[in-house]
């Protein structure tokens, strides 16, 4: 018995055979340029003349195509990739448009804001020009931290042993006391939102002034609690955070801050604490909070519950800015019966991309109270 071994195509062949041949009966669409005419010679030769309109544009796409040649393949990537980042900028630009005759407004004095200079008396007009600009902040950050910039695996150990050590002074809550070791070990992972995305996107979310309390929950070695404070008119700016270590860390800087740029800070109070933001001391020092910041992406739901409860009893809350959701499948109605915080703020949060150091990048979540 004999077997025929079927032929096989070539890929060509193939290719040539789906592909549709135009005959002498399909018409063929004309491709012309605007504004251009044709002038038949003979049957099978035409030549197209340009209006002197488009000559410039022709121009400039030949020089542009010659300097692209001349480009190394990274930089023709780099080049394109600024276009495009450019072209996505320009589509989210906002106009505003400013009355020239306008009085700017002066922020109003706090009257619970704390001097770190004894005897000082702060007016308006000196914290406006407190206020430094990004670049300079980046610099100092990296100044007072950068002890933590330079070995930062301290504040990235949460194992249960570190766990227990550093939280042993801290007065803890029956739920942070009941929480399992992989709960809590989430909880108390380490992770930062990247100085520059800070002042891009978080920084107009929060919309600062000088008569706000902030409280940054969770604030690990307080680097955004410093940032606000250079950044902004805020005059009183606290973190609270459960690792002792992280604290530490945070203090040493402020102490830095202090003794290296302390005519940034006479008229602000900022402050590092430890703490559980789920214990009732922690919360009853809180009720004067008027904005707040939580990256409660790793909050297990139960503490994330307790977190939104304060919310609640927080009667002067303007704003609060988190890195997740405060409730994932928000209806109205159902939330208002439950008796849940997200009816506290319009619906929905406003979001912006940031850069982390957990990940390329996350979202930042800005709840307004309505």
Request: aromatic share 4%; net charge positive.
């Amino acid at each position: 018995m004999s077997f025929v071994t079927p032929r096989k195509e070539t890929r060509g062949a193939a290719k040539d055979k789906r592909k549709h041949k135009p005959t002498g009966a399909t018409p063929l669409p004309d491709k012309k340029k605007p504004g251009s005419r044709t002038v038949q010679i003979t049957d099978t030769i035409s030549v197209e003349f340009t209006d002197p309109e488009d000559d410039e544009d022709v121009v400039g796409q030949v020089d542009a195509t010659k300097q692209e040649e001349e480009l190394t393949p990274a930089q023709l990537r780099s080049q394109r990739k600024g276009r495009r980042d450019m072209r996505r900028l320009s589509d989210k630009m906002e106009y505003v448009k400013v009355d020239p005759k306008a009085t700017p407004q002066q922020p109003t004095p706090s009257k619970n804001a704390k001097s770190i200079v004894p005897n000082a008396k702060p007016d308006a007009a000196t914290s406006t020009s407190l206020i430094l600009p990004p670049t300079q902040v980046l610099e100092i950050l990296t100044k007072i931290f950068a002890e933590v910039e330079q070995d930062d695996r301290a504040m990235y150990k949460v194992n249960p042993d570190v766990i227990r050590e550093e939280t042993s002074q801290c007065v803890k809550s029956s739920l942070v006391e009941k929480t399992n070791a992989a709960d809590l070990k989430r909880l108390l992972t380490y992770g930062e939102v990247l100085p520059e995305a800070f002042t891009s996107s978080i920084i107009p979310f929060l919309s600062l002034e000088a008569s706000d309390v902030f409280y940054d929950l969770g604030c690990g070695t307080g680097k955004i609690v410093v940032q606000v404070a250079l950044e902004t008119t805020l005059r009183d700016a606290r973190g609270i955070e459960l690792m002792l270590n992280r604290v530490v860390e945070g203090q040493r800087a402020l102490d830095r801050l202090q003794s290296t740029y302390p005519e940034h800070i006479s008229t602000k109070s900022i402050s590092i604490l430890q703490g559980d933001i789920c214990h009732s001391a922690t919360q009853v020092a809180m009720m004067d909070a008027t904005v707040v910041f939580i990256n409660n992406v790793l909050f297990p739901p139960e503490v994330m519950s307790a977190v939104c409860d304060l919310l609640k009893q927080l009667k002067n809350l303007k704003r609060v800015v988190t890195m997740k959701k405060i409730c994932e499948r928000h209806r109205e109605g159902r939330c208002r019966r439950d008796g849940n915080a997200c009816v506290l703020f319009n619906d929905p949060p406003v979001q912006a991309k940031v850069a982390v150091s957990w990940a390329k990048h996350a979202f930042a979540y800005l709840y307004q109270v309505r």
